[in-house]
């Protein structure tokens, strides 16, 4: 059974850097053909998918959040982790991150973790 779990700080000062970590069990985040995935949902608002790390260390990042959003891993740790500067309140949001990969080109998220809650306020 694979399982995710974020972990981080629940409130964050505007203009800060939100940094959270996934630690993965029950699968290796280095497993063909995985996508390691950031997922976010703003309250009263639709899930937006962030980013991702790919099981060969590729990223991948969201055009809207690119310029501010950095993902990287740790293989001996089996985490991966979000880095995303500058926050403001409007990053205020339940952060997930995924297992994923493709479905017939569709992207598909089968693990997820619990999610954990991000405030950005000072």
């Known amino acids: 059974q694979v399982q995710l779990q974020e972990s981080g700080p629940g409130l964050v000062k505007p203009s800060q850097t939100l940094s959270l970590t996934c630690t993965v069990s029950?699968?290796?985040?280095?497993?063909?053909?995985?996508?390691w995935n950031w997922i976010r949902q703003p309250p009263g608002k639709g899930l937006e998918w962030m980013g991702a790390i790919r099981y060969s260390s590729n990223t991948y990042y969201s055009p809207s959040l690119n310029s501010r959003t950095s993902i990287s891993r740790d293989t001996s740790k089996n985490q991966f982790t979000l880095q995303l500067s500058s926050v403001t309140p409007e990053d205020t949001a339940v952060y997930y991150c995924t297992r994923g990969y493709y479905n017939h080109s569709v992207p598909v998220s089968d693990y997820w973790g619990q999610g954990t809650q991000v405030t950005v306020s000072s």
């Open positions: 029950g699968d290796s985040i280095t497993t063909s053909p995985y996508y």
